[in-house]
């Protein structure tokens, strides 16, 4: 079945610009939206943004500014980079396959298989 | 607005019934989905579109979802059901989880 695995280094500085990957196995990316999640110590789940295959991007407003999202088809990943961090921007990152059901009171959008996490602290 | 509200805790004896409500403006207009997440763990699907269980969750958990409110059910709670919820949804092109509940079982 579909594995992601979170890819990137766990030590960020301030300032700096924080990039992941996330890494796609038992399946191909060429299909579905792929989605990135945050969760802050003790704090629950954010949505950062998605891609979709054809490398169309959606992101959160909250974060749109420093967000950018991609995607190599031939090595199955995706990445996220996210600048000029903060400590605030601490937290566990998620990957996730965003699916989606189209019904007769329109589309829903869920996301079934998730990543393990990666945990990314900004410090000095 | 796009927020979705949900109350912060939950507390429910084995055997008993759990219900987790999910607040948003027109929320039955859209679909809501629901994951548990336990510590130190990734978020698990258990309901999407309102009310369908993925393959392997047990029949136990249910949901609904109607005018402002989608309601994750959980019916003869067990321990293993002790964990946080977040629902979600799709509104404008973009997902929005709800605040989370966390579910205890004493």
């Known amino acids: 079945q579909v594995q992601l695995q979170e890819s990137g280094p766990g030590l960020v500085k301030p300032s700096e610009t924080l990039s992941l990957t996330c890494t796609v196995s038992?399946?191909?990316?060429?299909?579905?939206?792929w989605s990135w999640i945050r969760q802050p110590p003790g704090k629950g789940l954010e949505w950062i943004g998605y891609?979709?295959?054809?490398?169309?991007?959606k992101y959160n407003p909250s974060l749109q500014s420093r967000v950018t999202g991609s995607l190599d088809t031939s090595k199955n990943q995706f990445s996220l980079k996210l600048s000029s961090v903060t400590a605030a921007d601490t937290a566990v990152y998620y990957c996730a396959r965003l699916n989606y059901y189209d019904g007769s009171g329109g589309t829903g959008y869920y996301m079934d298989v998730w990543g393990k996490g990666t945990t990314v602290t900004v410090s000095s | 607005s796009n927020e979705l509200t949900q109350p912060p805790s939950v507390s429910v004896s084995p055997g008993q019934t759990a219900s987790i409500t999910c607040s948003g403006d027109?929320?039955?207009?859209?679909?809501a989905c629901w994951y548990q997440q336990k510590p130190g763990q990734s978020p698990v699907l258990v309901i999407y579109?309102?009310?369908e269980r993925p393959s392997g969750i047990p029949e136990r958990f249910s949901g609904s979802n109607s005018g402002n409110t989608a309601t994750l059910t959980i019916s003869g709670t067990q321990t293993m059901d002790e964990a946080d919820y977040y629902c979600q949804a799709w509104d404008s092109s973009t997902v929005v989880f709800g605040t989370g509940t966390k579910v205890t079982v004493l």
């Open positions: 579109q309102d009310s």
């Open positions: 027109k929320l039955g207009d859209k679909y």
């Open positions: 891609i979709y295959y054809s490398g169309s991007t």
């Open positions: 038992g399946g191909s990316i060429s299909t579905y939206y």
